[in-house]
């Protein structure tokens, strides 16, 4: 079970807006730590979509999108498209696991173009 | 261009080791934290362990903590994993990936690059 919870499985018709969420708790997300997110198209590596709670890295579209509040963050998809079919992680850091603290990951939504 | 290239991956009976290499290109590579992540088949993302830029801290996951060593050679802009005591829960695909943040940060992530990955199957 992971530190953070993803809902398994979002779906959206081309063109619609979607959101996966990530949940955490006061010792990671609530705690401050940054969210980010990751995309993984099928038999390929993860690739980062937002790093910083809200910003994107060089070369992603503005129809991605992230926020954070409290003890959760939000990834929400506009503009859907059929080669935004992937995987999305979120990740974060958890100061709980251990004396050192522990990067966490969510355990992944599977997104399904219509 | 950033390139990281993974390779020591196979098959390996439980309780045997393993090192796994990350070459690393196209960046300073002493200038950034690095991690290694995990994959078992048909499942998330697994952050493994840690090394930051001048090897002076380092993390593991909970999972191989006393197992697992993180290493990293910055004159060979190399990465390595030493893989003790393997278990068969230690099967996945695992990852090189670097730290988005430099000189300074903590082992937080994120991770803006990473490597198409070496397998790992730990099997009798």
């Known amino acids: 079970q992971s530190v953070l919870t993803q809902p398994p499985s979002v779906s959206g018709a081309p063109g619609q807006r979607v959101t996966i969420s990530c949940t955490g708790s006061s010792s990671n997300i609530g705690a401050g730590y940054d969210v980010h997110w990751y995309q993984q198209l099928p038999g390929t590596a993860p690739k980062l979509l937002i790093y910083?709670?809200?910003n994107r890295p060089s070369g992603v579209p503005d129809r991605f999108s992230g926020s954070k509040s409290g003890t959760s963050a939000s990834l929400a998809i506009t503009g859907l498209q059929a080669e935004d079919e992937a995987d999305y992680y979120c990740q974060s850091y958890d100061s709980s696991l251990s004396g050192s603290g522990d990067v966490v990951f969510g355990g992944g939504t599977k997104l399904t173009v219509l | 261009e950033v390139q990281l290239v993974e390779s020591g991956g196979g098959l390996v009976q439980p309780g045997r080791s393993l090192r796994l290499s990350c070459a690393a290109s196209g960046f300073t590579f002493d200038d950034y934290a690095m991690h290694w992540v995990r994959q078992a088949p048909g499942k998330g993302l697994e952050w493994v362990s840690g090394?930051?830029?001048?090897?002076?801290?380092?993390g593991y996951a909970d999972s191989v903590k006393g197992r697992f060593t993180i290493s990293r050679d910055n004159a060979k802009n190399s990465l390595y994993l030493q893989m003790n005591s393997l278990r068969a829960e230690d099967t996945a695909l695992y990852y090189c990936a670097k730290d988005r943040r430099g000189v300074g940060a903590t082992l937080e992530g994120p991770f803006d690059y990473w490597g198409q990955g070496t397998l790992v199957t730990v099997s009798s």
């Open positions: 090394i930051s830029w001048n090897s002076g801290s380092i």
């Open positions: 910083g709670n809200s």
